[in-house]
């Protein structure tokens, strides 16, 4: 939503002034310097991206319009049903809980979580590392070890998405002024046909350097800014997760387990001491 908004402000706020200075509007649609700058860019993204990343990148753009992160309640349910299958461990042994995460989608347990179930990538990475402590043999500081070797993996897919696109945004204003520079070429090519579309043809030319600027820095690398914003929070979730099994493979209880995963959660959205205490309990 704030991304639309900030749209909308930049086209708002260049409009506006463009306006108050007395410009013509329409002016500013020059065709040809779009789809030079725009097929020179996407054409430069083909070029430095393989097709897995550009397909990233696509997916990418809609979360950054929508995203969806964790919230404060969101983290409330996922450690309650943490704390809720590690109980039942406690109880009754590690392969009491091996139907949960054999298929967590059917659990009685793991299922009331949607958002953390419905997330293939967050279930699998919670699944795949539970499979790995139920096999026995795995020591706490390897298995921890696995993790971040796989959270790593997760970090280094991520960053080259909002890196491309930031690339892009730096090549914009220098595929302005190579779209201002073509126009200059018309221009002198139509030199002797009086000021009046010689005129028109230098303000085509300011068009496209306009363009690359505005395009760059109202638009592209802000949007970079926010999917890497966006990625750094989808991941804060495995570091949560990462705790809270650590701490309860290294013989914490659950609730304990729970607490030392609670502490890894960003302040905007962590919930107190007691808060947890109170809804792992079913206390409002």
Request: charged share 20%.
């Amino acid at each position: 939503m704030f991304v639309i908004i900030g749209i909308a402000v930049v086209v708002v706020g260049v409009v506006a002034g463009f306006l108050l200075a007395g410009g013509n509007l329409l002016l500013l649609l020059q065709y040809s310097e779009f789809i030079t700058i725009g097929g020179a860019a996407i054409g430069s993204l083909l070029i430095s991206a393989p097709l897995s990343l550009i397909k990233k990148i696509i997916a990418e753009i809609p979360k950054a319009i929508s995203p969806s992160q964790y919230t404060k309640q969101d983290y409330l349910d996922l450690l309650k049903s943490f704390n809720e299958l590690f109980l039942v461990a406690q109880r009754d042994g590690l392969l009491a809980i091996e139907k949960h995460i054999e298929n967590p989608l059917e659990s009685n347990i793991l299922s009331q979580n949607k958002k953390f179930v419905n997330n293939e990538m967050t279930r699998n990475f919670f699944a795949d590392t539970m499979k790995v402590m139920l096999s026995g043999g795995v020591p706490p500081h390897e298995l921890e070890e696995l993790i971040d070797a796989e959270i790593e993996t997760f970090e280094l897919e991520a960053k080259p998405v909002s890196g491309t696109i930031a690339r892009v945004g730096d090549s914009l204003p220098g595929l302005g002024i190579v779209a201002a520079v073509l126009g200059i070429i018309v221009t002198m090519g139509s030199i002797d046909k009086g000021a009046e579309v010689v005129g028109h043809h230098v303000a085509a030319a300011l068009v496209g350097t306009f363009l690359g600027v505005l395009l760059a820095y109202g638009f592209v690398n802000p949007l970079a800014a926010n999917i890497e914003l966006n990625m750094e929070g989808r991941l804060r979730i495995f570091h949560t997760i990462k705790a809270c099994i650590v701490a309860y493979a290294k013989g914490n209880p659950p609730i304990i387990a729970v607490e030392i995963a609670r502490r890894t959660i960003s302040t905007d959205e962590r919930p107190s001491f007691s808060e947890l205490e109170n809804y792992v309990r079913g206390k409002k």
